[in-house]
């Protein structure tokens, strides 16, 4: 039997995997590293701020925290003027921070899994994070070089913390979130999302390659089909929170070999208080047998190891494991 890390790679690269991938089983996150996530409010009824001063709050009733973008609280009042606005957080240098997240990994048996770093959020979504979604999204069409500029401070950022992270913990996965589109479409154009992101992930995860990371694994639970050649070329192996509005089986059709695919199991469908077993099963075996053994990771669409209603990624891993008993049986 292969380990998981062996069946991964079989699955994306080598062609013989002897069951199908289970969700994120193949990716051990050091959480205790993801300092770009500090302040982010986590728990239902908690208002925060993070290292960039975006002010977070988690309502009661939701299942995330969302920025606080009235004029009190947006980080960037004018996007010409970003500078006077915005500041990057301060790094931990003390060793006894990162001295969990060492640990961790270094008790990771890296036959078996990817000693995983973590970031988030993104460099698109710190653009909206700091001065809301319309704004961002004008500010492309209307300050283009104040935004190019706001991308790589962020960018910068960014790989300042690659450097420490990897000096620490040694990863040879990363996990990154940034979501680039709606259910239906991208937020931007293949052209403009060339322009603005392409050469910003490519510094991004080309340093990371560059310096021992084995895969990459980018999360976008949306529509992202029209970004995939861009993705290609950012250095993404594994599209992760690929949703069924993408057409999957197409995508893998097309890329598969170059990039591969990591959801079709829609969270907002799957994972909410009345789900039962039955749906479960039967969008499972839908997505394993429309998307076939290769290139296809069967998984939830949200960007983590988990499900906001109890039991239901669990279910999931049950009923993976079940098609893979129908389907790799000799």
């Given at each position: 039997m292969?380990?998981?890390?062996?069946?991964?790679?079989?699955?994306?690269?080598?062609?013989?995997?002897?069951?199908?991938?289970?969700?994120?089983?193949f990716?051990?996150?050091?959480?205790?590293?993801?300092?770009?996530?500090?302040?982010?409010?986590?728990?239902?009824?908690?208002?925060?701020?993070?290292?960039?001063?975006?002010?977070?709050?988690?309502?009661?009733?939701?299942?995330?925290?969302?920025?606080?973008?009235?004029?009190?609280?947006?980080?960037?009042?004018?996007?010409?003027?970003?500078?006077?606005?915005?500041?990057?957080?301060?790094?931990?240098?003390?060793?006894?921070?990162?001295?969990?997240?060492v640990?961790?990994?270094?008790?990771?048996?890296?036959?078996?899994?990817?000693?995983?770093a973590?970031?988030?959020?993104?460099?698109?979504?710190?653009?909206?994070?700091?001065?809301?979604?319309?704004?961002?999204?004008?500010?492309?069409?209307?300050?283009?070089?104040?935004?190019?500029?706001?991308?790589?401070?962020?960018?910068?950022?960014?790989?300042?913390?690659?450097?420490?992270?990897?000096?620490?913990?040694?990863?040879?996965?990363?996990?990154?979130?940034?979501?680039?589109?709606?259910?239906?479409?991208?937020?931007?154009?293949?052209?403009?999302?060339?322009?603005?992101?392409?050469?910003?992930?490519?510094k991004?995860?080309?340093?990371?390659?560059?310096?021992?990371?084995?895969?990459?694994?980018?999360?976008s639970?949306?529509?992202?089909?029209?970004?995939?050649?861009?993705?290609?070329?950012?250095?993404?192996d594994?599209?992760?929170?690929?949703?069924?509005?993408?057409?999957?089986?197409?995508?893998?059709?097309?890329?598969?070999?170059?990039?591969?695919?990591?959801?079709?199991?829609?969270?907002?469908?799957?994972?909410?208080?009345?789900?039962?077993?039955?749906?479960?099963?039967?969008?499972?075996?839908?997505?394993?047998?429309?998307?076939?053994?290769?290139?296809?990771?069967p998984?939830?669409?949200?960007?983590?190891?988990?499900?906001?209603?109890?039991?239901?990624?669990?279910?999931?891993?049950?009923?993976?494991?079940?098609?893979?008993?129908?389907?790799?049986?000799?």
């Open positions: 292969l380990t998981k890390r062996q069946n991964l790679m079989e699955t994306i690269k080598y062609g013989k995997p002897d069951r199908f991938v289970k969700q994120y089983e990716l051990n996150m050091i959480f205790e590293a993801a300092f770009p996530m500090t302040g982010i409010a986590m728990v239902p009824g908690q208002t925060s701020k993070d290292g960039w001063g975006v002010t977070w709050t988690f309502m009661e009733g939701q299942i995330g925290g969302f920025p606080v973008h009235d004029k009190e609280h947006i980080v960037i009042k004018d996007i010409a003027e970003w500078e006077k606005y915005v500041k990057k957080p301060v790094l931990p240098t003390d060793e006894q921070y990162w001295a969990p997240a640990a961790h990994a270094s008790a990771i048996d890296r036959n078996e899994e990817f000693v995983t973590m970031y988030a959020p993104g460099v698109f979504e710190m653009t909206h994070h700091m001065m809301g979604m319309e704004n961002a999204l004008m500010a492309f069409y209307e300050e283009p070089e104040a935004m190019h500029a706001l991308i790589d401070y962020i960018t910068g950022f960014e790989l300042e913390f690659a450097e420490m992270v990897i000096d620490r913990i040694h990863p040879d996965a990363l996990f990154h979130h940034d979501d680039w589109g709606s259910q239906i479409s991208s937020f931007l154009s293949p052209e403009m999302f060339a322009e603005f992101f392409v050469p910003a992930y490519k991004i995860y080309g340093y990371y390659k560059d310096n021992g990371v084995e895969l990459v694994v980018h999360h639970d949306s529509y992202a089909a029209n970004l995939i050649p861009a993705m290609i070329e950012m250095g993404i594994i599209f992760q929170g690929v949703m069924n509005t993408n057409n999957i089986p197409e995508l893998i059709k097309n890329y598969g070999g170059q990039i591969s695919f990591m959801g079709g199991l829609h969270s907002g469908e799957l994972d909410f208080p009345d789900w039962t077993p039955e749906k479960i099963a039967k969008d499972v075996e839908r997505a394993c047998t429309e998307n076939g053994k290769l290139f296809y990771i998984c939830i669409t949200h960007g983590g190891a988990m499900s906001h209603f109890q039991g239901v990624y669990e279910e999931i891993d049950k009923q993976i494991d079940r098609m893979s008993q129908e389907m790799f049986t000799e």
